[in-house]
C-alpha cells in the first residue's frame, strides 16, 4: 500500500477511537452538572450519588479521551507535514486556543474531582461545573473550527503556492463553522444521554441489585429527557447542515444521496444498491422532492447533481450508506425517548418492560455509532480534497518510511486501551450497589454554609 | 521584540514547564515501579498518589501545548520536524498513551495489577529518552533534504556519542528533578519514612547528573562545533550558575534543611542550564534547516497568538494558582488530613 492510503487510515483509525472519548468529554460534565444539581435542588441522594458515579466512570474515560487527543495532536503533523506547513499559516489560531480551553477544563476537572468532600457549601462544588463545560465546549467548538475549515477554506489568498493575505478570524469563523459546531455539540449532548440511559436500561434488564431499581428508573427520567430534548436539537442541527451543503458543497450533497443529474424536486433516496457505472439505484425508497425540500425548505428547488462535478473532485459514494445509517439511528433514539414519556404519561406500567429497555439499552450504542458514520461522511465527503478546493490528499502525505509500521503499532495499542477501559468499567460498577453511595451521600444533600 | 523571538520564548518557558512537571511525575512512576520490586511501596505510595492524582493530567497538557504552539508560531517546524519523527514520535506516543491510560486504570480502577505499575514505571524513563531526540535532531546532522522531502538519517543517529549522552541527560535529570521534590513534598507531608527513602535516592543520582552534563558538553563540541563554541563562549555564566544551585541544592539537602529552597535551586539550576542551551541556539530551530528569522508565521497570526497567549495566561495563571493552592501547598492535603 502507499503512504497515502495508510495516512489516511491510520488518520481515521486515530480519529474514530478518539471521537469516542472526546464526545463523552465534551457532553459528560454536562449530564453530571445536572444531575449533582438535582441533587442538592431536590435533596435527593440519588442524584448525588449518580453523579459522582458518572464523575467516576468519567476519570477513566477521560484519561483515553486525554492520550488518544495527544496522539491526534502531533500525529496532524507527522503524517500530514506539507499540509500543516501551508494550513499552519491559518489554522495556528483555533489550535492554540484549543489547547487552552483544554489547559482551563482539565485545571478544573482535576479539582471538581478531587473536592466533592471540601466545600462547606455544596453548591461551590456545583459551580465548579461550569468552568469545566466552558473548557470542554470551547474545546470541541474550536477544533471543529479547525475541521470547517479544511471543508471551507477562507481567510486567505494563495498565490504561487503560498498562502498570504491571512485573515486569522476570518479563517476560524468560516462559513461551514456555526452549522457544523451546532452539530457536534447537539449530538455529543444527545449521545452521552442515551449512552447514560442504556446504562440504566441494562441495569434495570440485568437486575443484579433490586434495591437499586429506583435510582436506575430516575436515572431513566433524567437521561432520556435530556437526550430528547438534545436530539430535537441534533435534528434541527442535520437539516441546518443540508441546506448548508446544498449552497456551499453541493457535490457533498449530491454523492450523499446518489444525485447524478442536476434537476428541481429531487428524491430523497433512502438505502438502496447503486450500479455505479450505469447510475441507476435498486431497491431503495425514494421520497419525491424531499431532497429538494432539505436543501432549501422548497420541493422545486434544484439542486445540483454529481455529473456537474469534475469526476476527479467527486467523493466516494458510499457515503450514501453513512448518511442513512446515521439519519436512522439518530432517528431511532429520538423515537425511543419520545415512546418512553408517551407511555409513561399513558400506559405507566409498560415503560419499564423488558422491551421497551431493551430498545432503550439500543439507543445508546446506536447514536455513538450514528456519530462515528456521521464524521466518515463528513470526512470522506470531502475526498479527494484536504483542504477544499486547494490542496489534494496525495500532495498532503508524509514521505516517510514506516507508516505502515506506526499504523499497526497504533492499532494495537487502541484495541489493547479499548479493552483495558471496558474491562475497568465494569469491574468498578459490577459489585458495587448504587443503594451504597446512597446512603453515603444522604448528609450530602443539605446546601447550608 | 519581533513575534519570533516572543514565540519562541513562550514556547521553550512551556517545554521547560513540561520538563518540570513531566519529570517529577515520569520519576515518581519509576520510583513506584522500583518500590514495589524492592518490597517499599508502603513507604511511598500514598505520598506520591496524593500528588500525581491531581495533577497528572495537567502535565499533559503542558506538552500538547508545546507542539501545537510550535507548529502555530513556526509551520515549518511541521514539515521538518513532522517529517522525519514519524518512528520517534509514534514511539513516545505510544508509551505516553499506555502510561497515562494504565495510571488512570491503576488509580482509579478498582483492581491493581502489578503489569500496570510496571507499564507506568518503566515507560516514565523511555518516555524522556525518546523524546530527547527530537532535541538531537534539531543539532542538524541527522536529517537530509531529498527530492521526495526530509529523512531521518537512522544510522548517523544511533552512532552518534551526542545523541546518546542526550538520552542519559534526560533519564538521570528525570530520576534527579522527581526526587528532589519527593524529598521537599515528604518532608511537608511530616512522612518520615517516604522523606528518608526519598533524600536517599536525590543523593543517589546528584552525582551521575552533574557527571552527565560534562558529557553532553563534550560531545556537543564533536557535534555542532558552532553551538558549542556559542555556549562556551557568551553564556558560560548561565551554565556556571546552574552548577552553582546544583550545589546549593545538594547541600541544603545534605544538611536536611530548607526542602522548599532547595527544590526551587533545583528548578533555577535547570531553567539556567536549559534557557542558556536555547539562546546559544538561535536563530536555528533545526539547524541549518529552520531559522527563526524565516520560518515564522504570518504577522496577522503572530499578532492573534500573542494575543491570545497573553488573554489565555489570564485566565490560566489564577487557575493554576487554584489548583496549587488545593492540592500542593495546602498543608491538610498534602499530610493526607484532607482526602
Redesign the interface.
Known sequence: MDGVIISRLLTGMTLAFHIIFATIGVALPFMFMIAEGLGLYKKDPAYLAMAKRWA?GF??T???G??????I??????????F???????I??P??????A???E??????Y???W??FKNRWLHWLLNI?IIIGSTMSALFITSVNSFMNTPEGFDMVNGQ??N????AAMLNSSFFVRAFHVVTTGGMTIAFMLASIAAVKLLRNKFSSDRAYHKKGLKVTLLTGLIFSLFAMLAGHASAQFLHNEQPEKLAAMEWHFDTESRADLVLFGVLDEEKQEVKGAIKIPGMLSFLADDRFDTEVKGLNEIPEDERPPLIIHYFFDLMVFFGVFSFAISVLYFMLKKFKKDWTHQPFMLYMIALTGPMSMLAIEFGWFLAEMGRQPWLLRGYMKVAEGA??????S??LI??GL?YA??GF??IY?LI??FKDKPAVIDIENNRDNVGGEA | MDYQHIGIAVLWTFLYGYIIVGAIDFGAGFFMLFAKITKQDHIINELVSRYL???W??T??F???F???I???F?????????????P??VA??L???R??????ET????TKFAWVFLYGMTGLLIPASFSTVLSISEGGFIEETK??V??NWFELLMSPYAWAVVFLSIVSVLFISSGFLTYYAHKAQDTNAYELMRRWFLIWAGPMIIICQFVFLSLRQHNPEHFHEATAHYWWLFGLSILFFIGAVALILMRRYHGVAFLMIMIQFALAFFGYGISKLPYILYPYIDLNHAV??D??AL??VI??IA?LL??VP??L??LR??IFDADYVSGK??
Request: aromatic residues 14%; proline residues 3%.
Open positions: 467516576k476519570t477513566i477521560v484519561a483515553v486525554v492520550v488518544t487527543g495527544t496522539i495532536g502531533l500525529q496532524l503533523s507527522l503524517l500530514w507535514p506539507s500543516m506547513r501551508i494550513g499552519g499559516q491559518v495556528a489560531l489550535l492554540f486556543m484549543e489547547t487552552f483544554f489547559f482551563f482539565a485545571i478544573f476537572l482535576s479539582i474531582l478531587y473536592t468532600d471540601r468552568p498562502l498570504v491571512i485573515e486569522p478570524v508524509t514521505h516517510a518510511d514506516g507508516v509500521l506506526t503499532a497504533f495499542l489493547v486501551l483495558s477501559c475497568v469491574r468498578i | 492524582n491531581p495533577v493530567e495537567v499533559n497538557v506538552l500538547v501545548f507542539f501545537v504552539g507548529v502555530g508560531f509551520p515549518d517546524t511541521a514539515y521538518y520536524f513532522g517529517s522525519t519523527l514519524l518512528i514520535a509514534s506516543l505510544i505516553l498513551s499506555i497515562g491510560a494504565f495510571y488512570a486504570f482509579y480502577g478498582k483492581d521526495e522531502g529523512i531521518l508565521v504570518n496577522s497570526m492573534a497568538l491570545v497567549f489565555g485566565l490560566l487557575s493554576l487554584l489548583l488545593l492540592f484532607r482526602r
